[in-house]
């Protein structure tokens, strides 16, 4: 399905996507699309290595590093079966967890999508779905202007992995950050906040 308002979407695949998994090995394969995920998305898979004795789940989950961020955030894949099919919690650096897609390939679709989805967490008024649809509207005219790479990034992308098209991405993540189910537990044993941050997007002055 398509949105036809938004100039970075493709008609490319339905969003029966769940026969068709994006593989974690497939995408380590391609330093191309490694690259571009690190450049247009700040979603670092050579950063999956790091260290993460610092990280305590609660409740406790088994779990994976798959990718880092410039800002020393990390996406990791929890609880059981293949990795693949796990769902990912996004951990900020600043103090803050949340499950942000049910599986890898949703959690590619959706960063493609919403490149700027850290923006709508940020400016949600603490998880206001019409407050994050307003954010998604200066947050992609903003990007439109400043990564003009991005649409041909992300069909080179589109080109190599079997990502599906989100018919409502901005509702996914929003679905998907209330209904999390997992956190990270700090060392002084104090859980990490909520990604949904108490701010509206009129608190940005350059959004009018």
């Known amino acids: 399905m398509k949105q036809a308002d938004s100039p970075w979407l493709f008609t490319y695949r339905t ?11 497939d995408m380590q394969k391609s330093q ?3 690259d571009e995920l690190t450049s247009q998305c700040d979603v670092d898979l ?23 961020e410039s800002s020393g955030g990390v996406f990791l894949a929890y609880g059981d079966g293949e990795v693949e099919r796990r769902p990912v919690l996004y951990v900020t650096s600043g103090g803050q967890a949340g499950c942000i ?3 890898l390939t949703e959690l590619i679709a959706m960063m493609l999508a919403l ?10 008024d603490g998880g ?7 954010t998604a509207r200066f947050s992609e005219q903003d990007y439109v ?12 992308i589109f080109d190599t992995l079997p990502v599906p098209v989100i018919a409502d991405p901005v509702k996914l993540l929003h679905d998907c950050v209330r209904a999390t189910d997992c956190t990270v537990v700090a060392g002084d044993g104090w859980p990490y906040e909520s990604l949904f941050h108490h701010v509206k997007s009129s608190d940005n002055p350059g959004w009018t």
């Open 32 to 34: 191309a699309v490694m």
């Open 128 to 134: 206001n779905l019409q407050e994050m649809r307003r």
């Open 145 to 156: 202007e400043e990564y003009v790479e991005l649409p041909a990034a992300r069909k080179r």
């Open 46 to 68: 050579g950063r999956a290595a790091r260290d993460s004795s610092w990280i305590t789940l609660q409740p406790e989950n088994p779990f994976m590093v798959l990718a880092g």
């Open 101 to 103: 897609a049910s599986n």
């Open 115 to 124: 490149p700027y989805w850290r923006d709508l967490l940020k400016f949600s």
């Open 15 to 25: 969003e029966a996507w769940f026969s068709i998994m994006i593989i974690l090995a």
